[in-house]
Nanobody, 114 residues
Framework: VQIVESGGGLVQAGGSLRLSCVASGFSLSREGVSWYRQTPGKGRDFVAGIDRTGNTAYIDSVQGRFIVSRDNAKNTVYLQMNSLKVEDTAEYSC?????????WGQGTQVTVSS
């Protein structure tokens, strides 16, 4: 059982990236998934999440720019990030809970240049 993120990279301010969170060993369609981000010296902060029924939530600073969605056929949750800002630079991780256990991916770095 594991989840793996991908899709990070270097992008100019105003650009877009799409992060993927892929699960193996269980079905993500039955679980809520949250995206977090972390910068050096700080803890992980919640960014966006999607529940089992597709309801989504975002922090104010990404509302209208980020979109979280799921593709159950691919067992994947996405974080589409548009109009990226320098302050969005961070390591992004996804988190879910399965069988009472919390799982985190390894993280993917997003760097936004000015």
């Amino acid at each position: 059982v594991q989840i793996v993120e991908s899709g990070g990279g270097l992008v100019q301010a105003g650009g877009s990236l799409r992060l993927s969170c892929v699960a193996s060993g269980f079905s993500l369609s039955r679980e809520g998934v949250s995206w977090y981000r972390q910068t050096p010296g700080k803890g992980r902060d919640f960014v966006a999440g999607i529940d089992r029924t597709g309801n989504t939530a975002y922090i104010d600073s990404v509302q209208g720019r980020f979109i979280v969605s799921r593709d159950n056929a691919k067992n994947t949750v996405y974080l589409q990030m548009n109009s990226l800002k320098v302050e969005d630079t961070a390591e992004y991780s996804c988190r879910t809970t399965f069988g009472g256990t919390q799982y985190w991916g390894q993280g993917t770095q997003v760097t936004v240049s000015s």
